[in-house]
């Protein structure tokens, strides 16, 4: 792979030298090589699906990554080829950013100040938008539950369409506070492994499900057990949660109340607690039928997890 990375690279014309190209990292749905040439440092992203269900998934992460380059906070893409050959799927050049995964004990901070910069921006045209975010991630998330008909966990789905029940009513009782939230750019998949914080400062990394929707769905997202715990051990209480918000507050210029952030933050973290566990439930039956075309042992031993705690971890945002 990195010597057909190599030699696509020079014959697009991406890079003016022979780079030497190595692996990164991989996601569900992405594998990053990184390029060195010379003392330029650059990632090169390959798409191997889409959880928005697009066509053009990777040219869609570009726009969305353009849309909040401005921020300062995120990587500048430079190159984007949507065509799946030679590749198997659409690629991209992007800029490599300095630093490690998010430590909750010691960047709540700085993740506020992430977020605020991100969320400062106005929107951009060509990205999707979800009018109602409890909605819209309730929905989303039933069609993960229903997707595998056969799914042999009936216990586990039967605790999650009971579960979806509540969260639409949630969304139904907080609709007209959403509705009077400025609508923003989010990422929507903000777990400590896509910040990459070190002396340089702190970044957001991986916008391949950005949409425009709500702040409090990225501020949620964060705060919610099933994002702290996907890869450490973390649960936020209620004292750093509130500490995290007040930071957060404190960083924009237009701040809506804290009152406010704090209780629609609390309706988005549910929400998210049921998405979480329904992608889990979904991609349990994936991993179980060898299906998933990129794979992961913590993440298989995560989903297990989750699905072992459903019900605990429901209960801790009740």
Not at 16 to 43: H, I, K, M, T, W
Request: charged share 25%; with cysteine.
């Amino acid at each position: 792979m990195e010597t057909l990375i190599r030699s696509f690279l020079l014959d697009q014309g991406w890079v003016r030298e022979d780079p030497a190209v190595s692996f990164l990292a991989s996601g569900e749905y992405n594998q990053n090589f990184l390029v060195r040439c010379g003392s330029e440092r650059l990632v090169f992203r390959i798409n191997r699906g889409s959880q928005l269900g697009l066509a053009d998934q990777i040219g869609y992460e570009f726009r969305a990554l353009h849309c909040v380059a401005p921020s300062g906070v995120t990587p500048r893409p430079l190159r984007v080829h949507p065509g799946p050959a030679p590749f198997g799927g659409g690629v991209m050049l992007m800029e490599w950013l300095p630093g490690g995964p998010l430590a909750y004990e010691r960047d709540l901070d700085a993740a506020a100040r992430v977020f605020a910069r991100i969320h400062a921006l106005p929107p951009c045209p060509g990205l999707l938008t979800q009018e109602d975010p409890v909605a819209a991630v309730a929905a989303e998330s039933l069609a993960l539950v229903k997707r595998y008909p056969d799914h042999r966990l009936t216990r586990e789905r039967s605790i999650l369409l009971g579960y979806h029940e509540r969260i639409v009513r949630l969304g139904e009782e907080s609709r007209t506070l959403f509705a009077g939230d400025r609508p923003c750019v989010v990422n929507t998949e903000v777990n400590s492994g896509n910040f990459l914080v070190g002396p340089h400062g702190a970044f957001l990394v991986d916008w391949e499900k950005a949409v425009v929707s709500s702040r409090h769905q990225d501020l949620g997202h964060f705060l919610a057990p099933t994002t702290t715990l996907w890869r450490t051990e973390t649960v936020i209480g209620p004292d750093r949660r509130r500490a995290f918000l007040a930071a957060y507050h404190d960083a924009l210029d237009a701040a809506p109340p804290l009152e406010a952030l704090d209780r629609l933050c609390a309706v988005m973290e549910k929400a998210v607690i049921l998405r979480g566990l329904s992608w889990c439930f979904m991609a349990s039956h994936e991993y179980a039928h060898g299906m998933k075309p990129l794979t992961d042992s913590l993440t298989r031993e995560k989903i297990g997890l989750y699905m072992r705690d459903m019900q605990r971890i429901i209960d801790m945002r009740s």
